[in-house]
């Protein structure tokens, strides 16, 4: 089965400018431990950002301040899709916070699982921590 631990990004970031690897531009212990469960269980890692999708740890960003809102679900939905597609994940792992303390995931995860259900066949955990 092909696994992929996905966290979300962090409101929190570097502000170095021009690009920075996904791992160093996001500010959060949370992004940091997913990324370690992921390599000692031989799964994928991504860290899902509404506004760039499905991010792999070395892919360049930018600074940017943006979160994802409900009106724009459907649109990042349809990136993340195709990413999955790309992909070819079988089971997503999504690692968040606590939803009783950032009520935000929801739309994120909401967002993972209408693209997983897009595509098909993708099997979608959420664990909170």
Request: aromatic fraction near 10%.
């Amino acid at each position: 089965m092909t696994l992929c631990y996905v966290t979300l990004c962090s409101a929190e970031k570097r502000d170095d400018p021009g690009d920075l690897p996904a791992l160093d531009r996001y500010i959060s212990a949370r992004i940091r431990a997913v990324y370690k469960w992921a390599q000692r269980d031989g799964a994928d890692f991504r860290i899902f950002s509404g506004k760039f999708g499905l991010l792999r740890a070395d892919d360049p960003v930018p600074w940017y301040d943006q979160k994802l809102v409900a009106e724009d679900v459907s649109a990042a939905a349809l990136r993340v899709a195709g990413q999955l597609r790309a992909e070819a994940f079988e089971k997503l792992v999504v690692y968040t916070d606590e939803v009783k303390v950032v009520p935000d995931v929801l739309v994120y995860v909401g967002c993972l699982m209408v693209a997983a259900g897009t595509v098909g066949g993708i099997v979608v955990e959420h664990r909170e921590m």
